[in-house]
């Protein structure tokens, strides 16, 4: 099946306490790119990939990072977590540079105490 | 469920009527629009998308009208079933850069 994986499903963290979330697809997609989701805010992005090792900072990058060594895989790392960054994060891929339809993920949701 | 549709717009219609959702897009230069829908404690899925050289597209009882001049974007679903309640966002693309803007978000509630 096609699919964006994301993992954890949920997730509760102490500030300060360095996190990664993972992100994995299946369909061969050269974009990727993290959001988060806040209430009434609707989705923001906070960090895109084009291809493999090519990555850039979408409109809230701050506190965030973010890797493309493999084409399939686009973690999001939090560094040192702040109570800020308590939102529903997903991940999304697209088949091409120029994005399109994206595919979404199933969401993580993040609480930082 | 997840609390992204707290806050959020109310569209209440009756099992069976037709929906109209709205979408203004700020962007005078985007070139390319998506509807999405989410459900509740899911990502966003794939509705249908609509490019600036057109006005008009349907899919399988829904159908996106795009007016340029007022920068306006609405979803029509016909017959809508209890399965549409869901929140609903439009996403615009901005001319020259490769990335989805996306609205605050509607929800479609249907009631029997």
């Known amino acids: 099946e096609a699919q964006v994986t994301q993992n954890p499903r949920y997730l509760i963290t102490v500030t300060g306490k360095k996190l990664t979330v993972t992100c994995s697809q299946n369909?061969?997609?050269?974009?990727m790119s993290w959001y988060r989701q806040d209430p009434g805010l609707g989705l923001r992005q906070i960090y895109y990939s084009m291809n493999v090792e090519v990555t850039d900072k979408g409109d809230v990058p701050e506190g965030y990072k973010v890797s493309r060594k493999e084409k399939r895989n686009f973690p999001l790392i939090l560094e040192s977590p702040s109570p800020n960054q308590t939102s529903l994060y997903f991940c999304a891929s697209s088949p091409q540079d120029r994005v399109t339809g994206y595919t979404f993920g199933s969401g993580t949701r993040l609480t930082v105490v | 469920g997840e609390s992204v549709g707290l806050h959020l717009p109310t569209l209440s219609v009756q099992e069976g009527d037709n929906s109209i959702i709205n979408c203004a897009y700020s962007?005078?230069?985007?070139?390319?629009f998506i509807w999405y829908k989410q459900e509740s404690g899911k990502g966003p899925q794939f509705i249908i998308d609509i490019r600036s050289n057109m006005d008009k597209r349907q899919g399988q009882r829904v159908t996106v009208l795009l007016n340029k001049t007022v920068k306006h974007l609405s979803l029509q679903i016909a017959a809508t079933q209890p399965g549409d309640s869901a929140v609903y966002f439009c996403a615009e693309r901005p001319g020259g850069y490769n990335k989805l803007i996306f609205g605050a978000g509607t929800r479609l509630a249907v009631h029997p």
């Open positions: 369909m061969n997609h050269e974009y």
């Open positions: 962007n005078s230069a985007s070139d390319y």
